[in-house]
């Protein structure tokens, strides 16, 4: 299965940086920004972590919440995040189980995981996939302009 727009996607339930247990239905009621992305420290996500965290008051004023998912471990999220003094909560799919439910596409090559970006209404309703492997930045652009739609 694919997550398309229009889709109420699969929930789930991951660690996040700290260890903690954080359920995807547990933001029901507001908007949730969740993107897929390959690993920690490469270059790529690394500058869109900055980008959204640049940008995350934004996504608050917009009432948003943000979820950063990847493969790695909650170790490696939780110094990632202390690092980039990234403020939003990063979530830990190792084995990549949501991201195979989600079916989340691989890159061009079908080497790297893909870099996709969900935005979820309200009700948890998918209103944008956007995916822009080459330009991490656009993501944060493109989910900004539809949130502030959404208001």
Request: a positive charge; charged letters at 25%.
């Amino acid at each position: 299965m694919q997550v398309t727009k229009g889709m109420t996607p699969p929930s789930f339930t991951l660690k996040d940086q700290e260890g903690r247990s954080v359920s995807l239905s547990k933001f029901k009621g507001k908007p949730v920004v969740v993107y897929f992305y390959p690993a920690d420290e490469t270059p790529g996500c690394t500058k869109q972590a900055c980008a959204f965290r640049d940008s995350y008051e934004k996504f608050k004023k917009a009432g948003a919440e943000v979820l950063g998912i990847s493969g790695d471990s909650t170790e490696s999220h939780k110094t990632f995040a202390k690092k980039y003094r990234l403020p939003y909560t990063l979530l830990s799919d190792e084995g990549n189980k949501v991201r195979k439910e989600w079916g989340v596409p691989s890159d061009l090559f079908g080497t790297l995981p893909g870099r996709e970006t969900y935005v979820l209404d309200k009700n948890g309703v998918v209103q944008l996939v956007y995916n822009n492997q080459f330009q991490p930045e656009k993501h944060i652009d493109e989910t900004l302009k539809l949130l502030q739609s959404l208001k």
